[in-house]
């Protein structure tokens, strides 16, 4: 089935240490999207790709970078990981802007130490 | 700005009732969409149901529909013939056909009482 596959599903980083989230597509859609979600809250925009085109959040903190490197794959790095980003990180995917719903993926959860 | 407001943290409903989510938005824009999200204890967040602002009908799906009220703003979710599994949160969301982007209510936890 076409869908959108995050890897590590749980994933346990000391404070400070650097850490990479994965999320790759086999829906082909433009854009992807990194969430941040804490516990019983609205996920948060951080940014989103429309196809290599990077799109930042305003107030999404230096600490947090993405990368795309092809249609099917996007990273979340997290260069010094703090105790407050501690969360579930979702990757989501939409065929474009105008009228598509997004897709989610099923989170990766983050544990700072 | 465009905001989302979902005024009911919590809602429970008896197994096979009727319940009815509320959700209330803000924007200035006239091409937009709405959705409803459901977001099980597993924590994948799921597509429910799409409505299109220019659409006057309400979306259905199977026992999902909506009540969307444009001038209101409003768009609730009504759940028929509720069942075990629909026990989740539920994100109302505005999506922007300008942006993208989704902006999310603050979710209504619902439980389903057998």
């Known amino acids: 089935d076409a869908m959108v596959i995050q890897n590590p599903r749980y994933q346990v980083t000391q404070f400070g240490k650097p850490v990479t989230l994965s999320c790759s597509q086999t829906l082909n859609h433009n854009v992807m999207y990194w969430y941040q979600q804490k516990s019983s809250q609205a996920p948060k925009l951080l940014f989103h790709y429309y196809d290599k085109d990077f799109n930042n959040e305003a107030d999404t903190p230096d600490n947090f970078q993405s990368r795309r490197p092809n249609t099917s794959f996007c990273f979340l790095d997290i260069r010094s990981p703090g105790l407050g980003d501690a969360a579930m990180y979702l990757c989501?995917?939409?065929?474009?802007?105008?009228?598509?719903?997004?897709?989610f993926g099923p989170g990766t959860r983050l544990t700072v130490t | 700005a465009q905001t989302v407001t979902q005024s009911q943290p919590e809602m429970s409903v008896q197994e096979a009732e009727t319940v009815t989510l509320s959700c209330t938005y803000d924007?200035?824009?006239?091409?937009?969409?709405l959705f409803w999200y459901k977001q099980p204890p597993s924590r994948q967040m799921i597509l429910v149901i799409r409505?299109?602002?220019?659409?006057?009908q309400n979306a259905t799906e199977n026992r999902f529909s909506v009540n969307f009220q444009k001038a209101a703003k409003s768009f609730s979710l009504k759940i028929s013939d509720s069942q075990l599994g629909d026990a989740a949160m539920y994100f109302c969301?505005?999506?922007?056909?300008?942006?993208?982007?989704?902006?999310f209510g603050q979710g209504t936890t619902l439980q389903v009482k057998p």
């Open positions: 924007t200035s824009e006239s091409d937009y969409y």
């Open positions: 969301a505005y999506g922007s056909s300008n942006t993208g982007k989704l902006i």
């Open positions: 989501a995917t939409s065929r474009d802007y105008t009228h598509y719903e997004q897709y």
């Open positions: 409505q299109e602002a220019y659409k006057q």
